[in-house]
T-cell receptor, first 112, second 112 residues
Framework: SQTIHQWPATLVQPVGSPLSLECTVE??????LYWYRQAAGRGLQLLFY??????ISSEVPQNLSASRPQDRQFILSSKKLLLSDSGFYLC???????????FGEGSRLTVL | SQQGEEDPQALSIQEGENATMNCSYK?????LQWYRQNSGRGLVHLIL?????REKHSGRLRVTLDTSKKSSSLLITASRAADTASYFC????????????FGGGTRLMVKP
């Protein structure tokens, strides 16, 4: 069966510090991978998605970036965090032929 | 921007009652999906209904889709306290998942 792991679960970082959130998927190959952000009490905003290694599409201009160094690994990064980067970050994957998303447990980022 | 908008934003019912949540969207879709999110957790896929389908069932869940009105409803029958969660609709215009757009969600509370 397929599983998705996302870490760290909670992160408190000062403004201007770097960020690295990691996501890995097991039990499937060549998945579509996604990073979403969720503000408190709101819906999800798509940040990045990837259909293959090294292929990243950005949906929202910001100081975040994403990379896919391996088929089942997706990393969300920032060189310098802003207060507005605080939120709940969710990694997800999907089978390329269907539209159903499978989510990780999320990473709660607080920037102080 | 959010394609789907759920209504109501919050719903409180007693255990055993039915819960109905509605979703409206603006553009043509290939499929519409419903997800559930427990507080502080990742989203879990509940059901997908394609644009050529009008109704779909899964256990105590019943989803309808009216493409002429660009609306969908999620009915949870015989609700339980464990159904307490936020429910999101998501629209997919191309059946590939990478353009999935989420609404703001309905927060459901089921009182024992």
């Amino acid at each position: 069966s397929q599983t998705i792991h996302q870490w760290p679960a909670t992160l408190v970082q000062p403004v201007g510090s770097p960020l690295s959130l990691e996501c890995t998927v097991e039990g499937t190959s060549n998945p579509n991978l996604y990073w979403y952000r969720q503000a408190a009490g709101r819906g999800l905003q798509l940040l990045f998605y990837s259909v293959g290694i090294g292929q990243i599409s950005s949906e929202v201009p910001q100081n975040l970036s994403a990379s896919r160094p391996q088929d089942r690994q997706f990393i969300l990064s920032s060189k310098k965090l802003l207060l507005s980067d605080s939120g709940f970050y969710l990694c997800a994957w999907s089978v390329q032929s269907t539209g159903e998303l499978f989510f990780g447990e999320g990473s709660r980022l607080t920037v102080l | 921007s959010q394609q789907g908008e759920e209504d109501p934003q919050a719903l409180s019912i007693q255990e055993g009652e039915n819960a109905t949540m509605n979703c409206s969207y603006k553009t043509s879709i290939n499929n519409l999906q419903w997800y559930r999110q427990n507080s502080g957790r990742g989203l879990v896929h509940l059901i997908l209904i394609r644009s050529n389908e009008r109704e779909k069932h899964s256990g105590r869940l019943r989803v309808t889709l009216d493409t002429s009105k660009k609306s969908s409803s999620l009915l949870i029958t015989a609700s339980r306290a464990a159904d307490t969660a936020s429910y999101f609709c998501a629209t997919d215009p191309n059946n590939a998942g990478n353009m999935l757009t989420f609404g703001g969600g309905t927060r459901l509370m089921v009182k024992p």
